[in-house]
């Protein structure tokens, strides 16, 4: 997983190079102290969803990267700060009950850890905030951390000061969310030597929280470190899709469309993605640039992409069955040899349908959502442009055949080269 060229390199010039600094706390500064080192670091998750999505994937990465550069990563997953949630830039988050953000807190765990290695010189460790939180009282809070934190300050915060402009304004509870997430940076210092923490751009005003607070608590000198947020090359939002957020969790994305999201990348964003989402090399990334510039329409640089960072997230075997997936959906591989649940991931994409035995393969182009109508799908069988499972179909009257259905009963519907829909038979 690691690049290599980190051994010679310096962390920075390689987050630089990625394209993964926004801001620091003070760039001479930090890289002195990272000299000086090795560090300890740590970057937040709070759980205020069951799963995390691909923008967390650039905080666990840069985590990563700074452990195979020798430093020691703390992941802290918020059990205390997903109770209340950092503030939106609109409107109040929902409380989630006590319970499930305790079972979110154990199922995030759980997908950052496989990024990470518990063993060695420089393992990395999992903490929780709550551990620290739970038996604190209001008094103490005020006490021992509020004093610290000046009100004009909270307020000029960018979330806060448009919070409290806008019709909805802020509750004291999100208002004092910056308390929290600073009082995590303190305990963390007094606890492991941690002295950076890293998040978002989004993020700066809680990550500055942190580091005022343990100045004015014990005296010293703390840094933050900012990645700028991931857009796409004509500024819109990236991490979305037509059928919503990407999700680390493959119950709420399959691996097939994970993949998928990947591989369709444009062409201006890839190398960006590539030096942010992949521990490739300058080299290989170098190649792949090439690639894009002198034969566009391989799309190298994409199926790379979508090979490296569904493998990362789901494995290398629900990568290849991805691939598998993307290449037979098309006419382009053998469909048979696709499993039920690759198949169930494709149709969750696609919006696959369910029929009955015996369907007429006109209903089931239709029902597919291939085309809009009956006479449609007749047209399309009568002109050769009809397939089933990848074999064209020639006889309008004609139904579907159990007896050649997928695993798991699946039908792959296809118009032409690039239409494509899927549907299940149940008995």
Partial sequence: MADQNLTAEHILDDLAWRGLISQTTGDDELRAVIDAGPITLYCGFDPTAPSLHIGNLVQILTQRRFQDAGHYPLLLVGGATGLIGDPKMAGERTLNPVDVVHEWVERIRAQIEPFMSF???????????????????????????????????????????????????????????????????????????????????????????????????????VHA?????????????????????????????????????????????????????????????????????????????????????????????AAQGAADASEALFGRGELSNLDASTLAGCAKELGGGAVSPGTTVVDALVEAGVVESKSAARRAVLEGGAYVNNVKVSDADATLDTGAALAGGWFVLRRGKKTIGIVRAFE
Avoid at 130 to 156: F, H, P
Wanted: glycine share 8%; charged share 25%.
């Fill in 225 to 317: 470190l900012a990645t700028p947020l991931i857009t796409k090359a004509d500024g819109t939002k990236f991490g979305k899709t037509e059928s919503g957020t990407v999700w680390l969790d493959p119950e709420l994305t399959s691996p097939y469309a994970f993949y998928q999201f990947w591989l369709n990348q444009a062409d201006a964003d890839v190398v960006g993605y590539l030096k942010v989402f992949t521990f490739l090399s300058r080299a290989e990334i170098a190649l792949l640039e090439e690639a894009v510039a002198a034969e566009p329409f391989k799309r190298e640089a994409q199926r790379r992409l979508a090979w490296e960072v569904t493998c990362l997230v789901h494995g290398a075997a």
């Fill in 119 to 221: 063993e060695g010189d420089n393992a990395a460790r999992m903490v929780n905030n709550y551990e620290w939180t739970k038996d604190l009282s209001a008094i103490e809070l005020l006490r021992d951390i509020g004093q610290y934190y000046r009100l004009g300050t909270m307020i000029a915060k960018d979330t806060v000061a448009r919070r409290l402009n806008s019709d909805e304004g802020i509750s004291y509870t999100e208002f004092s969310y910056q308390l929290l997430q600073g009082m995590d940076f303190l305990e963390l210092y007094r606890r492991y030597g941690c002295v950076l923490q890293t998040g978002g751009s989004d993020q700066w005003g809680n990550l500055t929280s942190g580091t005022e607070l343990t100045r004015k608590a014990e005296g010293v000198t």
